[in-house]
Antibody
Framework: EVQLVESGGGLVKPGGSLRLSCAAS????????MNWVRQVPGKGLEWVSS????????FYADSVKGRFAISRDNAKNSLYLQMNSLRAEDTAVYYC??????????????WGQGTLVTVSS | EIVLTQSPGTLSLSPGERATLSCRAS???????LAWYQHKPGQAPRLLIS???SRATGIPDRFSGSGSGTDFTLTISRLEPEDFAVYYC?????????FGPGTKVDIK
């Protein structure tokens, strides 16, 4: 059974940093692209960042570029999101998600339960 | 950046009715790399359709996707009580892999 379990969320002050983790199991992690998606409470889904299976390709939303860094450790079956210079508008539930297919770009079939990040003084 | 516009914002229908949701892109979506998701409060989003028209595993056949280029449609042929939710389209052909603002399907 595929499982994605996020951790690392919490309360942080504006300008602070936080590192999210996503532990993956039940599939061959190192052949799939992985993604972070967030949802501000009461708002819609926002794509945050994606990373290819070997970390060769990395993409960011403009709203987080230069502040967030996505990475992965295929040996540990883990995905990460280092979030720096956090702002109030980064307050959201952050989901990690796995591509449907490993051979082509595809939608996100498997999702974690989400971890809440709250940026407030 | 490809901007996705979804309409209507809210769709009020009764169980058994047909729902037609629209997603329009500001420029052509590469290779029909367009997905539809269902999202309910407190749950993770659920992939319904990828590649504009391919149902994901386990998705009932009352859900269908169509379209290409800049115009895409999600159709729910007969609404079941569990289908009342928010639906998002997403393009994953060109970074940033944007989502639309969503269409809420609620009970009339």
């Amino acid at each position: 059974e595929v499982q994605l379990v996020e951790s690392g969320g919490g309360l942080v002050k504006p300008g602070g940093s936080l590192r999210l983790s996503c532990a993956a199991s039940g599939f061959t992690f190192n052949i799939y692209s992985m993604n972070w998606v967030r949802q501000v409470p009461g708002k819609g889904l926002e794509w945050v960042s994606s990373i290819s299976s070997s970390s060769s390709y990395i993409f960011y939303a403009d709203s987080v570029k230069g502040r967030f860094a996505i990475s992965r450790d295929n040996a540990k079956n883990s995905l990460y999101l280092q979030m720096n210079s956090l702002r109030a508008e980064d307050t959201a539930v952050y989901y990690c998600a796995r591509d449907l297919h490993n051979y082509d770009s595809s939608g996100y079939y498997y999702w974690g339960q989400g971890t809440l990040v709250t940026v407030s003084s | 950046e490809i901007v996705l516009t979804q309409s209507p914002g809210t769709l009020s229908l009764s169980p058994g009715e047909r729902a037609t949701l629209s997603c329009r892109a500001s420029q052509s979506v590469s290779s029909s790399y367009l997905a539809w998701y269902q999202h309910k409060p407190g749950q993770a989003p659920r992939l319904l359709i990828s590649g504009a028209s391919s149902r994901a595993t386990g998705i009932p056949d009352r859900f269908s996707g169509s379209g290409s280029g800049t115009d895409f449609t999600l159709t729910i042929s007969r609404l079941e009580p569990e289908d009342f939710a928010v639906y998002y389209c997403q393009q994953y052909g060109n970074s940033p892999f944007t989502f639309g603002p969503g269409t809420k399907v609620d009970i009339k």
